[in-house]
């Protein structure tokens, strides 16, 4: 007979486990329920915060997918570019874009900045959810007073028609400079490399020929929200100081792109630019100004919802995002 050598630890676990195989006399263990579906939704894309006595909504048109992107940031090698991205943690062989839409309460209206891509798929299915976005915050476009453009690209004025044409703000007035309409509604474009550009606009501005407002540079055309002219991305690209109770913060459009490339590095050229070395000449002028006064920005293309500020570094710039505040105080 072999003998059994048994621990004392070992014989507690042994009866307390005889123990419990008796009590459970058989039954069946109960269903794993973290076994569950993968969630198919994120949180609704909307952010709020307040400036001053103002506040404001930030809402998502959804992401803006530009691929490989040597050939459209410009001016340096695609060794570099991966470089910039990789050191950043992005990835280097796909540049996505947000498009941050700002809705901002003055008190007295309700001005909704640019309007995303509205049904184009032009860069892939994961625009076009202002509508939604809008819904999910609680705004009705109905009820917006303004539409403020800064120029006249399709991932910011794709939004104002809906499928059938019809206004999707039917009680505002779209404000938008003369240069940027006059140049992207012209029909003799229609046959040039910007020609769907060129149809997006006319589609999307001239439903609303009879609301338009044409801003100038420096004039503050609703209370609080002044425009100052920034071309060179297109004629008329403008960007806007928005002040209340003594706080500025701008919204900078299309000023610059990219958080990182555009940024650090803001002599590089873009694709897109109507005039690129204009534009990057632009860039420096305003991220000098923004930098020095540290005035916070909302960039319509950082990672959301693209509040933050720029402080100058080396040759250029960096950009840090500001942490965002999910507990909402009372504004003023």
Known sequence: MTAISMSRREALL????AAGAAMLGGMALPKAYAKAPFAKEQAPYFYRFNHGRMQATVVSDGVLPLGEPSGTFLGTSK?????????????????????????LNTGDKLVLF??????????G?????????????????????????????????????????????????VYITQADFDFWTDEKKLEGATKAFIEH????????????????????????IQAMAAPGHTVGHTIFMITSDGKTMCNVGDLT??????????????????????????????LDMLAAQKIPLLAYHFPWPGVGHVAKQGEGYRYYAA??????DAAG
């Open 14 to 17: 042994g009866t307390a486990a």
């Open 79 to 103: 060794e570099e570019i991966g470089k910039l991205l990789s050191d950043n943690f992005l990835s280097p062989a796909n540049v996505v874009l947000e498009q941050n839409a700002l809705v």
């Open 114 to 123: 640019d309007s995303g891509m509205g049904t184009s798929t032009m860069f």
């Open 125 to 173: 299915k994961s625009t076009g959810r202002l509508i939604r976005s809008l819904k999910d915050a609680g705004i009705d476009p109905a009820t917006v007073d303004a539409v403020v453009i800064t120029h006249a690209h399709i991932d910011h004025i794709g939004g104002l028609v809906g499928a059938s044409d019809n206004r999707l703000f039917p009680n505002a007035q």
């Open 201 to 224: 606009a006319r589609r999307n501005l001239l439903p609303y020929r009879d609301r338009l407002v044409f801003m100038k540079d420096g004039q503050e055309f609703l209370p609080g």
């Open 257 to 286: 792109h990219h958080q990182i490339l555009l940024v650090e590095r803001p002599r590089m050229e873009f694709a897109y630019d109507t005039d690129p070395k204009q534009a990057a000449a632009t860039r420096v002028r305003v």
């Open 323 to 328: 942490p965002m505040q999910m507990m909402l």
